[in-house]
């Protein structure tokens, strides 16, 4: 993956962390210019005047608040290339035509703050997926307003100022300010070996977790090579910490820490070794979606999941049209998904199926 991207015609150079032999705390990478975004294509502010002119796919509806969260899918059946953001209090509509939401925005609304947590993309590629962080507000009138735009410029420069790492053998473990917070192995065999000036990547893949109190930065860094590579791969922790905003807008991140969801991935079924159980995390609210094929005898496709002291709890609709919820436990590899809830007559009270997680390389 070439450490040159590019955003809107704009070339943007990620940072790397450099190493000074054992040394921990190391020198800041650079980076020409922060991460910005072009003007929004003349389409989509023709749209945005006429409403009726554009499809709106929902991001966030909070229905106890009245407000949701929109984006535009298309103007007039053309691409509206990723712009354009609608938000809703109330009666109320003010458009951010200039917002490039990019294909997975997330939006949550914080009663208890006031504060209207929206994410859009930076950068989005194949193994790429860097976001910013919008805080909006509302006037007394419910028009909403930009109170601050946390650029993923800035919290990368601060990262590089705190990630440390050292490398033994194929082992490369992670320090925050010399805290050992990770420690994982490199599978890459035909790269060349590491560089040994600076291995460390940061930038290809910086998004947030909106599901609890604050916004959640979540980093996954990535190894440079000596073929001059850089690899984001499943290998590498995911690494999250808190955001705080301070009332002269200054953003600092908390302490990092390894973040795993071991429910998430694809489970091959044990009949016939075919993908069949689909968990994916939530990054808006901490729910998963479930989706549950029973070999030769029903797909559930609607399931929502939530961790629990049993596992994790789902609900879903059967084939007849009614409710069916269980659990899914996990024994190493193997997910054990249990009915707990079930009035189908072909799934009985406690039935069990077994589904064994599925490797990269299948």
Same mark, same amino acid.
């Given at each position: 993956?070439?450490?040159?991207?590019?955003?809107?015609?704009?070339?943007?150079?990620?940072?790397?962390?450099?190493?000074?032999?054992t040394?921990?705390?190391? *020198?800041?990478?650079?980076?020409?210019?922060?991460?910005?975004?072009?003007?929004?294509?003349?389409?989509?502010?023709?749209?945005?005047?006429?409403?009726?002119?554009?499809?709106?796919?929902?991001?966030?509806?909070?229905? *106890?608040?009245?407000?949701?969260?929109?984006?535009?899918d298309?103007?007039?059946?053309?691409?509206?290339?990723?712009?354009?953001?609608?938000v809703?209090k109330?009666?109320?509509?003010?458009t951010?035509?200039?917002?490039?939401?990019?294909?997975?925005?997330?939006?949550?609304? =914080?009663?208890?703050?006031?504060?209207?947590?929206?994410?859009?993309?930076?950068?989005?590629?194949?193994?790429?997926?860097?976001?910013?962080?919008?805080?909006?507000?509302?006037?007394?009138?419910?028009?909403?307003?930009?109170?601050?735009?946390?650029e993923?410029?800035?919290?990368?420069?601060?990262?590089?100022?705190?990630?440390?790492?050292?490398?033994?053998?194929?082992? *490369?473990?992670?320090?925050?300010?010399g805290?050992?917070?990770?420690?994982?192995?490199?599978?890459?065999?035909?790269?060349?070996?590491?560089?040994?000036?600076?291995?460390?990547?940061?930038?290809?893949?910086?998004?947030?977790?909106?599901?609890?109190? *604050?916004?959640?930065?979540?980093? #996954?860094?990535?190894?440079?090579?000596?073929?001059g590579?850089?690899?984001?791969?499943?290998?590498?922790p995911?690494?999250?910490?808190?955001?705080?905003?301070?009332?002269?807008?200054?953003?600092?991140?908390?302490?990092?820490? #390894?973040?795993?969801?071991?429910?998430?991935?694809?489970?091959?079924?044990?009949?016939?070794?075919?993908?069949?159980?689909?968990?994916?995390?939530?990054?808006?609210?901490?729910?998963?979606?479930?989706?549950?094929?029973?070999?030769?005898?029903?797909?559930?496709?609607?399931?929502?999941?939530?961790?629990?002291?049993?596992?994790?709890?789902?609900?879903?609709?059967?084939?007849?049209?009614?409710?069916?919820?269980?659990?899914?436990?996990?024994?190493? =590899?193997?997910?054990?998904?249990?009915? #707990?809830?079930?009035?189908?007559?072909?799934?009985?009270?406690?039935?069990?199926?077994?589904?064994?997680?599925?490797?990269?390389?299948?």
């Amino acid at each position: 993956m070439a450490a040159i991207l590019t955003l809107c015609s704009q070339s943007v150079f990620l940072s790397a962390c450099k190493s000074t032999g054992t040394d921990l705390p190391h *020198v800041a990478g650079t980076q020409d210019e922060p991460l910005t975004t072009e003007s929004a294509p003349a389409k989509v502010l023709e749209a945005m005047e006429a409403a009726s002119r554009f499809h709106e796919h929902e991001i966030m509806s909070d229905t *106890v608040n009245s407000i949701s969260v929109c984006s535009i899918d298309e103007v007039d059946t053309t691409s509206t290339e990723g712009y354009g953001i609608v938000v809703v209090k109330g009666a109320t509509s003010t458009t951010f035509p200039h917002i490039f939401n990019g294909r997975q925005p997330l939006a949550r609304y =914080d009663a208890k703050t006031g504060n209207l947590w929206l994410t859009s993309s930076a950068m989005q590629g194949t193994g790429i997926a860097v976001e910013w962080l919008y805080q909006i507000r509302f006037h007394d009138n419910d028009s909403a307003y930009i109170a601050q735009v946390i650029e993923p410029y800035n919290l990368q420069q601060q990262l590089c100022q705190r990630l440390g790492y050292s490398i033994d053998g194929e082992r *490369v473990t992670l320090y925050d300010d010399g805290r050992n917070i990770a420690t994982t192995t490199n599978t890459v065999t035909d790269m060349g070996g590491f560089d040994s000036e600076q291995p460390l990547w940061i930038g290809e893949q910086m998004q947030y977790d909106l599901s609890g109190d *604050v916004p959640q930065l979540l980093v #996954t860094p990535g190894i440079k090579f000596t073929t001059g590579l850089v690899l984001t791969y499943d290998d590498m922790p995911t690494l999250s910490a808190p955001l705080t905003i301070a009332n002269d807008g200054k953003v600092s991140i908390g302490d990092l820490k #390894t973040v795993t969801h071991p429910y998430e991935g694809t489970y091959l079924d044990q009949d016939n070794q075919e993908p069949n159980l689909y968990v994916n995390y939530r990054r808006n609210d901490g729910h998963y979606d479930i989706q549950i094929g029973i070999y030769r005898l029903t797909n559930l496709d609607d399931g929502i999941g939530m961790v629990s002291d049993d596992g994790l709890t789902f609900t879903a609709t059967d084939a007849a049209g009614n409710p069916i919820g269980g659990t899914i436990s996990l024994r190493g =590899d193997t997910a054990v998904v249990t009915f #707990t809830n079930t009035t189908w007559e072909l799934i009985e009270q406690g039935s069990q199926f077994l589904y064994v997680r599925q490797n990269d390389n299948q």
